[in-house]
């Protein structure tokens, strides 16, 4: 039985803002990673030309926009916790970098898109470990570029 060629190489990343060359990094703590693609529909209903009043109309669908939302969680870590404190207090806009980590030949590439931070949820239990949970939510359109090799 073929289960096609699986991938566990799926990370969010962060721009540091710096111009020309932005630099995206992985945040130290960080172990779960989640993508969500969105195509907003509109529909219109259209009726039959030659019966439209003893047939039913038919609703057509088109794209009126595109959104993207990720989510990251993991440990918080204190060389981390700075960026996404000031992230959260700043309310700024920030690019991201979705990264599938593969060769060319097996489809690879990124999506950088500008976002700003939904929500960032800390979360401790006992004398465990924080943990932190963040929400980012794309604030324009995501760019696909392959991988180079």
Known sequence: MATGKQTTRLIIQLGDGATPTE???????????????????????????????DLP?????????????VTISGMVT???WPTWRAWADGGTEKNIKVLLDESLANNGGHWILPAY?????????????VTFSATIAGAGQRTWTAAAS
């Open 57 to 69: 109309g038919s609703i057509v669908r088109h794209l009126e926009s595109q959104d993207t939302s």
């Open 117 to 129: 931070l939904q929500s960032l949820e800390l979360s401790k239990e006992s004398s465990g470990k």
């Open 78 to 80: 204190t060389e981390a």
């Open 23 to 53: 630099a995206f990094a992985h945040t130290c703590g960080a172990n779960t990673f989640g993508v969500t693609l969105t195509n907003n529909l509109g529909e219109n209903t259209v009726l039959d030309c030659t019966d439209p009043l």
